[in-house]
């Protein structure tokens, strides 16, 4: 069965330039988030979707980041303009239903490596 | 003050030690815990849940106390293969998985 997929793997652009990353989920997982991990320190939760609705933003910089989910299956989170600051591995994970809070088992995807220069 | 705080390490260990990681956590009202290891260049996978009574997976054995609200792992007869980052992992009152920095484990021959 295929993970959690993710793309690009890497991405290297300018500030002030937008960017985007895709996210598909494991096949059946309704539940999906998006992390960010800065080197050195542990995964920060962005946003979390239950289907397409987004249950929990509280941590996603609205100034600057949004993302969809829009059919309750792949998913999109986008940096426009990104800074400096927005440097990081950018983590997809999805899990069954709510079950990921209960399991802890949170499915993750590679991530995409960005670098802003 | 952070949710989760770990001690980042590193810590450097030769084969067959025994090595012992911990976590803190506020929030008095958390109610799951977990371990999660994460390779180098790597996403995070789960290790194990952590359960009141602690519990044991092999050479892995990890601890709950919730009235110090501590947390720990503790890996028996280390291998090469255990090298990599140890995320401890609290559930909170809200449902969000709150990912603590990562203790880093570098087991050497």
């Known amino acids: 069965e295929a993970g959690v997929v993710q793309s690009p793997r890497y991405k290297i652009i300018e500030k002030k330039q937008p960017v985007a990353f895709w996210c598909n989920p494991i096949?059946?997982?309704?539940?999906l988030y998006w992390y960010r991990q800065n080197l050195g320190q542990g995964p920060e939760l962005l946003i979390r979707y239950e289907n397409e609705e987004a249950v929990d933003d509280s941590q996603l910089p609205k100034d600057r980041f949004s993302a969809e989910r829009l059919k309750g299956v792949d998913s999109t989170l986008k940096i426009q303009p990104a800074e400096l600051g927005d440097s990081a591995v950018y983590l997809c994970?999805?899990?069954?239903?709510?079950?990921?809070?209960?399991?802890?088992?949170?499915?993750f995807g590679e991530g995409s490596r960005l670098t802003v220069l | 003050r952070k949710e989760v705080e770990q001690d980042p390490g590193p810590f450097n260990v030769p084969e067959g030690a025994t090595v012992a990681f911990n976590c803190t956590y506020s929030?008095?009202?958390?109610?799951?815990f977990f371990w999660y290891r994460q390779d180098c260049r790597k996403e995070p996978k789960l290790l194990m849940s952590v359960y009141s009574s602690g519990n044991e997976d092999g050479r892995f054995t990890a601890q709950l106390n919730r009235a110090s609200q501590y947390i720990s792992l503790l890996i028996r007869d280390s291998k090469l293969s255990d090298s990599a980052t140890y995320l401890c992992?609290?559930?909170?009152?809200?449902?969000?998985?709150?990912f603590g920095q990562g203790t880093e484990l570098s087991v050497k021959p």
């Open positions: 096949s059946g997982h309704n539940t």
């Open positions: 994970a999805s899990s069954l239903g709510t079950s990921g809070f209960n399991t802890g088992e949170l499915f």
């Open positions: 929030n008095s009202a958390s109610q799951s």
């Open positions: 992992v609290v559930n909170n009152q809200g449902g969000k998985l709150i």
